[in-house]
């Protein structure tokens, strides 16, 4: 279309030109990438790799903010519902676990010592601690 043509057009039918425009190059753009897929899946078999080992590897090349939501996608495309993070219940109102090696007391006077890293934090502390903070049940 010339220029002269474009000026002539109402609003309408520039938007459906538009449209279709955008149409156009997005099928454009649809085959470009299947033909690159093609390609890199022949050069792939050539190298001895198959397409896990290149999503798998494009995968780690992502930070791990797009790789949890690549995978939350392709859990949801496979039906699969996505795991739910699981949630420390030992953290404090400002999400903090307690230290290792620190007593905590509680208002009623009961004492505690966290002991080491991965050990079971006691019940009634880490449901006191989700209303303050570890630092202010130091001992």
């Known amino acids: 279309m010339i220029e002269s043509d474009l000026s002539q057009m109402s ?3 520039l938007q459906a030109r538009a449209e279709a425009l955008l149409r156009q ?4 753009a649809t085959k470009e990438f299947e033909s690159t897929l093609n390609f890199l899946s022949d050069k792939l078999k050539t190298m001895g790799k198959t397409k896990r080992d ?4 494009l995968v780690k090349m992502m930070t791990s903010i797009e790789a949890e939501q ?3 996608e392709l859990n949801a495309m496979a ?3 996505t795991q ?3 949630t420390r219940s030992d953290l404090d109102a400002s999400g903090m676990p307690p230290e290792v090696g620190v007593t905590y ?3 009623t006077g009961v004492v505690w010592t966290r002991k080491i890293k991965t050990g079971v934090t006691r019940r009634d502390f880490a449901e006191h601690a989700k209303t303050t903070t570890w630092a202010a049940m130091r001992v």
Do not use: C, F, N, Y
């Open 54 to 57: 290149a999503v798998v590897h």
């Open 84 to 86: 739910r993070k699981s």
């Open 105 to 107: 007391m509680l208002p």
């Open 25 to 28: 190059a997005q099928q454009q």
């Open 70 to 72: 690549t995978l939350a």
């Open 79 to 81: 039906g699969r519902p």
């Open 11 to 13: 609003a309408a039918e």
